[in-house]
Structures are given as C-alpha cells and as structure tokens.
Nanobody
Framework: QVQVEESGGDLVQAGGSLRLSCRTSGLKFDEYVMAWFRQAPGKEREGVAAIDNKGMTKYAASVEGRFTISIDNLRNTLDLQMNSLNVEETAMYYC????????????????????WGQGTQVTVSS
C-alpha cells in the first residue's frame, strides 16, 4: 500500500525559503512519477513541480527558477526547496504519486496521480 506524508510547512516571510519533504512507503522511486501540488482557499489545485523515475523534472511557469524538486533515495523522501516565496503562494501543499506506465513523464495534471498525502500548510506573510 502506497503512503505519502508531507512535512515542513510553516509560516515564512515574503522573500524567504522553505523546504518541504514527503515521506513515502510502499513505492519505489524508479517505478513512480512524483509531484507537488498546492491549493489555496477558493482556488483549484495546481501542479507545482514533478519528477519522473529518470530524474526528468517539470515546473509550473510561476515557480521555474525558484523551486527545486528532488528525490532523496537514502531518506525515501521527495523534497521541494522553495525560494523567494511570495504571499500569493500561501496554500496547502500536497505530495502525489503515480505508478509510471511506459512513456509517462513528469506531469502537472492532478488526475494523473493516484496517491495523495494530507497536505502541509505553507503561509507566506508580507
């Protein structure tokens, strides 16, 4: 059974940095596509960053150059380093996983993913 659990959410000032981690069990990173999503109150869930089993990454245009998604095989975690945060990025951040099928690459589409965590809250203050 696949389980993912996020941590690292916090209150941070605008312009600051934060690192999120997603602890995983029941999956092998070389067989899965992983991603981070976020959802602000009253808004749709949006893909932030994704990574496939070969390390290929995909980012939302709004975070390109500021966020970095990575896999730590020793800790079995999916991480998201977020720099230069702005107030509009206040949201619940979710970790997502999907078993990779042939030809699949990193995806920022929520319906692609089958396993989700409960989320971790990131609040950016002005």
């Amino acid at each position: 059974q696949v389980q993912v659990e996020e941590s690292g959410g916090d209150l941070v000032q605008a312009g600051g940095s934060l690192r999120l981690s997603c602890r995983t069990s029941g999956l092998k990173f070389d067989e899965y596509v992983m991603a981070w999503f976020r959802q602000a109150p009253g808004k749709e869930r949006e893909g932030v960053a994704a990574i496939d089993n070969k390390g290929m990454t995909k980012y939302a245009a709004s975070v390109e150059g500021r966020f970095t998604i990575s896999i730590d095989n020793l800790r079995n975690t999916l991480d998201l380093q977020m720099n230069s945060l702005n107030v509009e990025e206040t949201a619940m951040y979710y970790c997502a996983a999907a078993a990779r099928r042939y030809g699949d690459g990193p995806s920022l589409v929520a319906s692609f993913y089958t396993d989700w965590g409960q989320g971790t809250q990131v609040t950016v203050s002005s």
